[in-house]
């Protein structure tokens, strides 16, 4: 089983629907979470933290399940430029590195 | 965030040749990473660059074939030595900070002939 886990997609998406995926960590020891995009041809971009709490930022949705070991990522009313691949992030505390998933990849069409 | 540059921003290169990948950072940080993406795929961890000592290299990469220098807490080279195909791929450094968020370069993307 991978450390992180992402479905590949892609998820077609009509303009202005909601969205959500999920990703899937194997360590329980993991205390940090990342979701990130990546337009094609261009670097990784901090999309958002993800706390205990959950956190919202304008249409994105991060919540964080750590009895079932996942994070969400739920994107309302999607545009066009919200197409991209989405990399979730997963740090599990014992060092500084990041373990990534494969990535989403989502397709918004009008 | 910190502001972050590499270059070149692409090159193409002939096999058995080296090529040295720079990474310079607008502020000091502590850790910076080297990455390696192949088309489709996620990212794959090189090294960690240590200032003033050694990389510390992920399974799968030895520092003869990726020697990476760290002279100081803005700085950042990575060479890819002795070239083949399969070398092909972009490469990408990043930061982080002290909330573990990690920001990225603009990549190199590096193809071999």
């Known amino acids: 089983r991978k450390e992180v886990e992402q479905d590949p997609g892609p998820f077609n998406v009509p303009e202005g629907a909601t969205v959500a995926f999920n990703c899937t960590y194997s360590?329980?020891?993991?205390?940090?979470f990342f979701w990130y995009r990546q337009d094609c041809r261009k670097e990784p971009k901090l999309l958002m933290s993800?706390?205990?709490?959950?956190n919202e930022d304008g249409r994105f949705t991060a919540q964080l399940n750590r009895a079932s070991q996942y994070i969400s990522l739920l994107i309302r009313d999607s545009k066009l430029s919200d197409s991209a691949t989405y990399l979730c992030?997963?740090?599990?505390?014992?060092?500084?590195?990041?373990?990534w998933g494969a990535g989403t990849k989502l397709i918004i069409k009008p | 965030s910190a502001v972050i540059s590499q270059k070149p921003s692409r090159d193409i290169c002939q096999r058995g040749t080296s090529l040295t990948i720079q990474c310079q950072v607008d502020?000091?940080?502590?850790?910076m990473f080297w990455y390696r993406q192949q088309p489709g795929q996620s990212l794959t961890l090189i090294a960690t660059?240590?200032?003033?000592?050694?990389?510390?290299?992920e399974s799968g990469f030895v520092i003869d074939k990726f020697p990476i220098s760290r002279p100081n807490l803005t700085f950042s080279t990575l060479t890819v030595s002795n070239m083949s195909p399969e070398d092909s791929s972009i490469y990408l450094c990043?930061?982080?900070?002290?909330?573990?968020?990690?920001?990225f370069g603009p990549g190199t993307r590096l193809t071999v002939l």
């Open positions: 502020s000091q940080v502590t850790m």
């Open positions: 990043s930061v982080e900070d002290l909330k573990i968020e990690q920001f």
């Open positions: 660059a240590n200032q003033g000592s050694e990389a510390t290299y």
């Open positions: 992030a997963v740090n599990i505390g014992s060092n500084y590195q990041l373990i």
């Open positions: 993800v706390y205990s709490s959950g």
């Open positions: 360590n329980s020891a993991s205390q940090s």
